[in-house]
């Protein structure tokens, strides 16, 4: 078995990037077997020298200059684990540029400018992986890009935020308000001291962007991405789901359909005998369906120190690999397509919406009539709570066009009857 | 983009086969995208040419002998769909031998003998993929070879049988007996003709002997397994399982422990809270842990015509990628380790058991102090359904060595109190 070894650099000794740096110790034995060579941390890229000498056995290998890992050219494999847009993209660029492999869990960038590196990668023969920047551990790229590559997918969709997945699961299993949820994922260290990028969808809508892209090969960008958090959430609007047999999460879902492309991350109602619906705390889920597989679903950590390692150290073999076997670039861009993104107003979906309206007779009656102008047709309609003069409704729809469904709720929202419409959330399904 | 053509023979043209054969057809022009070249059936090797002729487009592809496919030199990959043992071991290696990469979805096959099969592609640097071999179109067997290679497994299990998923699930759903689901599944066409494989547990134990070697890096076939079937559950085994918040499963389990390997299909109680508990009909779904990524789960179609050819068209393009960068052979056998199977009496286990005993005084305290000299310590204990002078009682037992529990029945079974023991099954956890 050949002792080949292969030189690495790490950007970064954060949370991730300490995992990257034990689980390839941890595999050192196993190397030679796995992939026919060792890859071995020669240089790690931090900020502060001092404060990361603790985290690694050789402080000799730490730096804070990048020209230093960018001109040692015995290193082949760059692992970038800082996060954010720059200097990340200008640091991998110029890895690409100069003929380095790299492998990254920096959901940001790829979401916002994966074309961009994908092209340069391309250029230079050099692997781009990116495995770790959805969904952490689970594999998703690799099976969309192998294993399924026979598929036309029709729609994939994700629970793909552990963060939001954990307080809506303690909302819908203990009754918590938001804020009160927030407070303890916050406390627990599962929300960021931020956690506006989590808590708005914008974090689980760069990683629909990119799973979208690779899932239809015709890339779609975090711009191209509808998203919408859950601050809105009450604990009520999860009792009313229940009652409907529904729980309430974070759903990233995309859709390949004959007018288009549409990509979104809304919190969504949806049926508990889904199996997304049984995903629950910070696990991450996503489901799919192939015109050739079916439908499939892929469940695991979607964050943490080792579960992110386990996807960057996978990718990082699998560059290796390539090296070993001289066919670097194998396995690139997968965007050949490029179909348009669907119109808002063509989109189709079911609403639930919760109003507080005048409890006299006829209310239902002509509120229902404006649906039925507008083409919105009713499923499901439950009257309660009265309080004072005041009845709340919660209806829901059919799967109806937005534009239908917005140009009622104008409507609606200006009758005399209704007092106000407290909630409008999203219905999964047909 | 390359118009480069692959060209392809595919042996046996049954369910599977046609799948092939259309998921290859209706990816013709994604294929120069995806995979740098289009991959053509060339040949088609049927029994039967005349039944063939109408399944395809041009009968003349179609040939009843294999050495007109092992001779033409032209034909770079064999795509073996007709299953058993032999004469697909003998093609295979016929093939292999002469430079052609090798897809299969024959799970008998690489059970038994995929180290002699695997040992003979690396030395032709060929390719011999199998991902259909297990769980159908659930990617698992890339998975575990790429984007988990970093992890050390420690355990893997599944429900790897569709058959007796749907039976099970009949029993549990609707209260049938296993007879009565069992002619339902066939009916349906969940079952086959001659059920045995399936419902004895075989055929989940050839998958499980090959996720176990891929994930343990050691050789496991499928003599290594250790099956039992769900012939002797019963609705009542079911209720009561119920009782205690499990449903059963026929689960497959394969443990990385300090003592050795094991590996065991069986009928198991689980907790209706695990994930795997959820996994309905003829759903097929693979559960592992390993140290980086935690735990994580693969759910889907695990058998069927578009499914397994999902799996197997993924192979294909998998190989036609390999051949275009000229690096094929570079995924093989990854068994480098020789690991020691775990000795029976070491196995641990907790178990239920069912039994009708003498409904006296003293009858619970003789048997739990009988448990109790034996190291067996019981969990839960349920008394009912009194049935003239005889009580049923159900024990469960804490996790307890096999040997113990074993020595224990063998004073138990013979004690003038019990009447019958009805039932042994196993619980899953500890």
């Known amino acids: 078995m050949s002792e080949k070894v292969i030189k690495a650099a790490l ?21 030679p077997h796995k992939i026919g060579a060792v ?17 690694v056995e050789n402080p000799e290998i730490l730096t804070n200059d990048w020209k230093t890992i960018l001109e040692d050219e015995s290193i082949e494999i760059v692992i970038e684990v800082m996060g954010g847009i720059e200097p990340a993209r200008t640091y991998i660029l110029e890895a690409l540029n100069a003929g380095k492999h790299v492998v990254t869990a920096n959901k940001d960038l790829v979401a916002s400018h994966g074309q961009e590196l994908l092209e340069c990668a391309a250029e230079h023969n050099c692997d781009f992986l990116f495995e770790a920047a959805v969904a ?27 963060t939001t997945n954990f307080i809506l699961t303690k909302m819908t299993q203990e009754g918590m308000e938001f804020a009160q949820a927030l407070a303890l994922a916050t406390e627990l260290g599962y929300a960021e001291a931020d956690p506006t990028a989590d808590i708005q969808g ?15 090969n015709s890339r779609v960008t975090f711009d191209d991405v509808i998203t919408e958090g859950i601050t809105q959430i009450s604990a009520k609007d999860i009792r009313y789901a229940k009652e409907l047999g529904c729980v309430i999460k974070l759903l990233g879902v995309a859709r390949n359909t004959e007018n288009g492309i549409e990509v979104s991350v809304r919190p969504m109602l949806i049926p508990e005998t889904h199996a997304l619906a049984t995903v629950n705390d910070s696990f991450n889920a996503v489901f799919l369906t192939g015109d050739a597989v079916g439908d499939a679903m892929f469940y695991g950590r979607g964050a943490g120190e080792l579960p992110t390692a386990s996807a960057i150290a996978g990718d990082v073999f ?9 066919c670097t670039g194998r396995i690139g861009c997968t965007c050949y397509k490029q179909l348009p993104l669907k119109k808002a107003d063509e989109m189709e979906s079911r609403f639930f919406l919760r109003m507080h309206v005048s409890d006299c007779a006829g209310t239902l009656a002509s509120i229902a009539s404006v649906f039925g102008n507008n083409n919105v047709s009713i499923a499901q309609v439950i009257q309660k709570n009265k309080e004072g003069e005041l009845a709340e409704l919660v209806v829901v729809t059919s799967k109806v066009k937005e534009g239908n469904f917005n140009d009622a709720m104008m409507i609606i929202e200006g009758m005399s009857v209704v007092q106000k419409v407290s909630k409008v959330i999203r219905v999964y399904g047909d």
Chains 1, 2 share one sequence.
Do not use: W
């Open 202 to 216: 914008l974090d689980a809508g760069r990683k629909m962007a990119i799973m979208a892209s690779i899932a239809f």
């Open 318 to 326: 699998d560059v290796a690999r390539n090296i070993v076997f001289e």
């Open 136 to 162: 952490g551990g689970i594999p998703i790229i690799r099976p969309l890009k192998q294993c399924l590559a026979a598929n036309h997918i029709t729609e994939i969709m994700g629970i793909v935020n552990g």
């Open 39 to 55: 890859v071995e941390v020669e240089k790690i890229l931090v900020r502060n020298l001092k404060k990361a000498s603790a985290k």
């Open 11 to 31: 950007l970064g000794l954060g949370t991730v990037g300490s995992g990257v740096y034990k689980v390839l110790r941890n595999q050192k034995e196993e190397m």
